[in-house]
């Protein structure tokens, strides 16, 4: 219906060039899980060169930037969430050089690139952590993580009652260097990721450079992973409760959402300000209110923060509504965009989520639709544009997520979408790269390939791409102003500047008035006369 809209890339270019003044409250932003995107040298795992030879597709796909997960030097104990060295590239996904080669050859094609910085916590492999285990209990290499006595007659308890997230509790002891068992350390993930201690001045002075650095090479900004998470309640006191993953996101946590993280994120704003491009911070936050989230996106802080209410919130219309109204009152009350996502690294695909099988990619077309005509800007993990379901049968030998091997935290599944994308051909590794892939690839997949699906109208690689171009075409789409139309029970109809959504989020077909012209639905329609027939878990796009 809308292939004809699709822009060449020399078009892309200059519609990115021409949206340069605040292109951030409107792009939609592509997540590249490196490890699983492509692979240039044949070891199974995805690497930055692969990234390069693939960037033509995410130009004609239409997205304006794209996310890089961490490829700094590491051990890979939490997929590159342990970082070692956070000025070089890990010998896995390339060099230095290739990560700039990368970035040149982005903006040529129009696309801006944002990479993952994680500030919270550090490797244990880091040279500061192996100096804090060289040193003497209460060294002044310490400091910069945090170490305390254990609790107990002998100190053999941990210092409070804190869990990480991965399970377990948030404190490993230490051996000293005279063979006794010594102290502490803090580590809200895994025993090898220990936490970094914000209140210690080398610690803000070592990221402001580590971010020049990477500013200086040329990329657009930063995902914050844990943007919530540098500063712990003084004390370190302890939660009185267990199961503590769960209140993540719930009620702020002594080590979640204290209010101390936003001098943090201040004085990175007049960093990123100092350079030219409007480069860009963006929150990974968990906050309990959408209204604690926005003190993320005030003026004088980040650009962007991940929407988690909309990625949890259940496929109904009444629960969309409302977690749509809040997110944007909540962010128009501090002047930014809102974001909006449906998947990423650490969730369930949502075609699965949204209950696998036909309908769950019934839902997801649909959400995708809603999703792209929301004020604000959009992020899309990759493969989502692929219809990509969770591998839920992965075998326990293959799975490497650190949660998987811990009890009480997170449930442990993230490897069932990180699986590499299928790119062509019949059989694993699907065009992936010249050797096998890390995660085994579902035979399945073979017609859910980028090349089974272009071409395909009906495809759901088709339907991103057609939304993306009408995206671009349609001003009033991006960022703006949107308002509620009246609609049955079960059905989301709103409209913006010359363009109408509506979402039938009910397992029925629901008869409408034509509201304008169809550019663009999630599947079939039909017409009667001055009515339409909206199919069930539908969207269609409206021009006016």
């Not at 200059?14 to 070891?43: E, H, K, L, M």
């Not at 500063?231 to 080590?255: M, N, T, Y």
């Not at 989020?505 to 169809?518: A, F, I, K």
């Amino acid at each position: 219906m809308t292939q004809d809209l699709a822009p060449s890339l020399r078009d892309q270019a200059a519609a990115v060039s021409a949206r340069a003044d605040g292109w951030w409250r409107s792009a939609v932003i592509y997540q590249v899980y490196v490890r699983s995107f492509a692979d240039s040298d044949g070891d199974g795992i995805g690497d930055l060169r692969g990234i390069r030879e693939r960037l033509p597709y995410l130009a004609e796909l239409g997205v304006d930037a794209l996310w890089l997960t961490p490829f700094y030097a590491s051990p890979q104990a939490d997929g590159g969430y342990d970082v070692s060295d956070y000025r070089a590239v890990d010998p896995l996904f390339g060099q230095l050089s290739d990560a700039d080669d990368l970035v040149r050859e982005a903006h040529r094609l129009g696309l801006r690139v944002i990479v993952d910085i994680v500030p919270n916590h550090t490797s244990d492999q880091h040279a500061w952590f192996r100096a804090a285990l060289a040193d003497r209990r209460g060294g002044a290499a310490r400091e910069r993580y945090h170490f305390r006595p254990g609790r107990g007659e002998g100190g053999e308890l941990p210092p409070n009652d804190w869990e990480s997230v991965f399970g377990g509790p948030a404190w490993t002891r230490t051996t000293e260097p005279d063979g006794t068992p010594g102290e502490w350390y803090l580590h809200l993930f895994a025993p090898e990721q220990p936490d970094l201690n914000w209140d210690h001045p080398e610690v803000r002075a070592e990221f402001d450079s580590v971010l020049r650095f990477w500013l200086d090479l040329g990329v657009d900004g930063f995902r914050i992973d844990v943007a919530h998470g540098m500063v712990k309640a003084p004390g370190l006191p302890d939660i009185g409760l267990s199961e503590q993953a769960k209140l993540i996101g719930a009620q702020v946590l002594p080590f979640f959402d204290q209010d101390g993280v936003h001098e943090i994120h201040r004085t990175w704003r007049r960093l990123l300000d100092s350079y030219d491009g409007e480069r860009i911070g963006v929150a990974e936050a968990w906050a309990p209110t959408s209204e604690r989230l926005a003190l993320y996106v005030r003026p004088d802080e980040l650009h962007q923060a991940f929407n988690f209410q909309f990625l949890t919130c259940a496929w109904e219309a009444g629960a969309m509504r409302e977690v749509i109204e809040e997110s944007l009152a909540a962010t128009r009350s501090v002047g930014a965009p809102t974001t909006w996502v449906l998947s990423n690294h650490d969730v369930v695909r949502h075609t699965t989520r949204y209950g696998g099988g036909e309908q769950g990619l019934r839902r997801a077309r649909a959400a995708a639709l809603l999703m792209l005509a929301l004020p604000g800007s959009a992020y899309v993990y990759q493969g989502e544009e692929l219809g990509l379901p969770e591998v839920v049968d992965l075998p326990d030998e293959v799975r490497q997520d650190p949660a998987f091997f811990r009890g009480d935290g997170q449930d442990g599944t993230r490897d069932g979408c990180r699986v590499p994308l299928p790119w062509s051909g019949a059989e694993a590794p699907y065009g992936f790269g010249p050797g096998g892939s890390w995660l085994p690839q579902p035979a399945e997949w073979a017609g859910l390939s980028v090349e089974a699906q272009s071409g395909d109208p009906r495809s759901t690689l088709e339907l991103y791409r057609s939304a993306l171009a009408v995206r671009r075409e349609l001003p009033g789409l991006g960022d703006g102003e949107m308002r509620w139309l009246d609609a049955p029970d079960g059905v989301l109809a709103f409209s913006r500047p010359g363009f109408v959504c509506t979402l039938n989020t009910l397992g029925d077909e629901v008869e409408l008035s034509v509201p304008g012209r169809p550019v663009l639905a999630s599947t079939a329609l039909e017409f009667r006369g001055g009515t339409v027939v909206l199919p069930s878990e539908s969207c269609v796009w409206w021009a006016v």
